[in-house]
């Protein structure tokens, strides 16, 4: 996901940005990404980097959990310069359907020059590898009084 006009992006704490859907094992993925402050003085602002997932439309009714391994990238624009990274395993459910992390990195550190994160064209480039595998679907049941 490219996250152009970066600058401007970090200026709101809340901004939200989320990715178009790609499909995978029948689920939705998406990136999102929103700015975030520190909770000790609210002065320090951070990237929050996320990986979403909806269920199929027609899962109405039904549980469902899959198992989750992830590498969330912000991707190096110098090719002598290494992607940032953190990584995460999860199980996700129609109960807990995102998971990544609010301070993910400061938005100083990602617009430092000499990370190599941020381009001359205010543009910060997302990525996220992950590999999923189904654990269970199954129907809720309705209690009938």
Same mark, same amino acid.
């Given at each position: ?58 899962? +109405? ?5 899959? /198992?989750?391994?992830? @590498? *969330?990238? =912000? ?38 020059? +000499? ?5 001359? /064209?205010?543009?910060? @480039? *997302?990525? =996220? ?17």
């Amino acid at each position: 996901m490219e996250t152009e006009k970066f600058s401007e992006f970090t200026k709101e704490v809340g901004s939200r940005r989320n990715s178009e859907a790609v499909q995978m094992k029948g689920f939705e993925w998406k990136i999102s990404a929103e700015i975030t402050t520190d909770e000790e003085d609210g002065t320090d602002k951070y990237l929050g980097f996320y990986l979403l997932c909806f269920p199929p439309p027609k899962n +109405d009714g039904i549980c469902w959990s899959c /198992e989750c391994s992830a @590498t *969330l990238r =912000i991707v190096s624009q110098n090719s002598g310069t290494a992607d940032f990274t953190q990584k995460f395993d999860r199980i996700f459910n129609n109960q807990a359907n995102s998971w990544g992390f609010p301070n993910f990195t400061s938005t100083e550190f990602i617009m430092d020059s +000499d990370q190599g994160l941020y381009d001359d /064209e205010d543009k910060v @480039t *997302l990525a =996220i590898d992950f590999a999923v595998e189904e654990k269970e679907t199954k129907r809720k049941l309705v209690d009938y009084e």
